[in-house]
Every structure is written in structure tokens, then in C-alpha cells.
């Protein structure tokens, strides 16, 4: 329920509280969807000892902020250590792309027999998780020595979201864009 309670508050979407009215010390919390969003709205109703007491004069919504370092994973987890060579494809009109990841002998191959199997391709971000299942890996003499792993970007909005996670796990691993 806390978790509902914090991504509902943490949206643009208005909402209110109400004192109880009863002696249940049920606080009821209205969430209303603004005109930029999708969402019709939707009553939370939580126990009174969970939430601080509430004063009229006191503010007791802001923005939640949660940073999460940008990072890649193959089982779920397991943040793969190895940087991966980024190629990029979009439409001429824009609306779909592709981000095709090469890793040269990425470190899930040490951990894999361990922890367990590849699962899938996992960018995550403060933003929550872009995923795909559409990876292989490539084998020298019997061994694993790289995999690929491609992201299909089927909308604008899809685009702009790939984009924020790339630029942030750029920042974060020292890596830069070359337009070709």
C-alpha cells in the first residue's frame, strides 16, 4: 500500500487529504488525473498509524525524488559490470528506432552459473525499466565471448524515454555520442 501511496503522490496528479470523520482513524486520500495524463483517479485508504499526524497548516506532499544509479542487467539483480559498444537507428519520419548493444566479454559469464540464467536485457533507471528480451550470445571455440542485445523503439515517446536512460548511463560510465 505504501508503494501505491508514494508513485501515486510522486505523479503530476493532483491529490487530496482528508481528516477522519469517524473514529476508525481511516484518513481518506483522493487522486485526481490532470489534463496531461491518462489516469482517471482513484481513492487510497490507509490507516491512520501509518501516515504522521496531519495539522491544517502543515504541507505534508512534495515531490518525492528516488536517484538510482543508471545501470544494465541481464539477470535480474545483477548489474552487468562490462560497458557495451551503442549503436543507434531511427526511421527517417522519426517515429520508431533501434539501440543495438554489443558487450565484449561482459561479466555476467562469471556470474551466470552462479546466480543463474539470463533472464533478458534490463535498463534501469530512476525512471523504472526498459526491457527486452530479444538478446544473443556469441561463442569462440565453445565459449561465450559477447553478447548483443537489441531495443526497439516503436514510438516518439518511447524514444524520448530510451534517450533519458541513455543519457544518464552515459554520464554515469564515461560514455560519449558520436553522430555518424
Keep these: 500500500?505504501?508503494?501505491?501511496?508514494?508513485?501515486a503522490f510522486a505523479s503530476p496528479l493532483s491529490?487530496?487529504?482528508?481528516?477522519p470523520r469517524s473514529l476508525s482513524g481511516i484518513?481518506?486520500?483522493t487522486v485526481n488525473g490532470s489534463?496531461?495524463?491518462a489516469f482517471n483517479g482513484q481513492s487510497l485508504h490507509m490507516a491512520r498509524s501509518r501516515l504522521a499526524p496531519i495539522s491544517r497548516n502543515s504541507k505534508i506532499f512534495g515531490p518525492i525524488t528516488v536517484m538510482a544509479k543508471p545501470t544494465i542487467q541481464f539477470i535480474q539483480g545483477t548489474d552487468e559490470l562490462t560497458v557495451p559498444d551503442v549503436r543507434l537507428t531511427k526511421s527517417r519520419d522519426g517515429t520508431?528506432?533501434?539501440?543495438?548493444f554489443r558487450f565484449d566479454q561482459p561479466?555476467?559469464?562469471?556470474?551466470?552459473?552462479?546466480?543463474?540464467e539470463i533472464t533478458g536485457f534490463y535498463m534501469i533507471d530512476e525512471e523504472g525499466v526498459l526491457q527486452s528480451v530479444d538478446v544473443?550470445?556469441?561463442f569462440v571455440n565453445g565459449k561465450p565471448s559477447g553478447i548483443e542485445a537489441k531495443y526497439v523503439m516503436r514510438t516518439p515517446r518511447e524514444w524520448d524515454r530510451f534517450m533519458r536512460f541513455m543519457e544518464r548511463y552515459a554520464n554515469q560510465n564515461g560514455l560519449e555520442f558520436i553522430k555518424k
Design 96 to 100: 520508431n528506432g533501434m539501440a543495438i
Design 35 to 37: 489534463a496531461h495524463s
Design 107 to 116: 561479466s555476467v559469464f562469471d556470474s551466470s552459473g552462479e546466480i543463474g
Design 1 to 7: 500500500m505504501a508503494t501505491l501511496q508514494s508513485l
Design 27 to 29: 484518513v481518506t486520500c
Design 15 to 19: 491529490h487530496s487529504c482528508h481528516q
Design 136 to 138: 544473443s550470445a556469441k
